[in-house]
């Protein structure tokens, strides 16, 4: 009678673990679970095996120690990944960095390599201005701080609107 539910309990076990009637999606294991179980397993059959008087206690102490090996395995496993896949991430961003400073140096040298204002362009500006003063009777102000503002010639006018004027002055 004990062999048969020995049997049972056997084919049981086997049924509901290799059973795939209510298998939902899974996650893989983790480092640390994979060598906790393990390790478990290990140190159970470790255990049973060196204390000969009694099996089941050998067995307990033998899977306490070696789950909490294949634990401590599996975490230095886990840690060694991660820190794989942090140094490939800092790669990636190091290297998106570079081709970003080297588009920006190329903007440059391309900004710098295009033709600028002329000197011929100039006088006819300043011919420009000098005109619109006249017709208008607003004179400009002096371009004292000429870096910080786009020259507006017709700004005060309010016969020339704003927004289709040539340069805007910055409004903050």
């Known amino acids: 009678m004990k062999k048969a539910t020995y049997i049972i309990s056997l ?16 996650k893989p294991w983790s480092p640390q679970a994979k060598g ?40 230095h496993i886990d840690n060694k990944n991660k820190a794989r896949i942090a140094a490939a991430n800092r790669a990636a961003a190091e290297r998106a960095a570079a081709n970003r ?37 607003v004179t400009p102000a002096p371009y004292a701080m000429g870096a910080a503002y786009l020259p507006n010639e017709s700004y005060g006018d309010h016969t020339t609107a704003y927004s289709t004027s040539e340069y805007r002055r910055k409004s903050w």
């Open 11 to 26: 084919i049981l076990i086997l049924a509901v673990a290799f059973g795939n009637s209510a298998q939902a999606q899974r």
């Open 36 to 75: 906790a179980v393990i390790g478990t397993g290990v140190g159970a059959a470790a255990g049973a095996l060196i204390n000969k008087r009694n099996r089941v206690v050998g067995g307990v102490v033998g899977g306490v120690v070696g789950g909490g090996a294949g634990y401590g395995i599996g975490k």
């Open 101 to 137: 400073a080297a588009a920006n140096r190329a903007a440059i040298a391309r900004r710098e390599a295009a033709p600028t204002r002329s000197a011929a362009a100039a006088p006819m500006a300043n011919s420009l201005v000098a005109t619109n003063a006249a017709v208008t009777g």
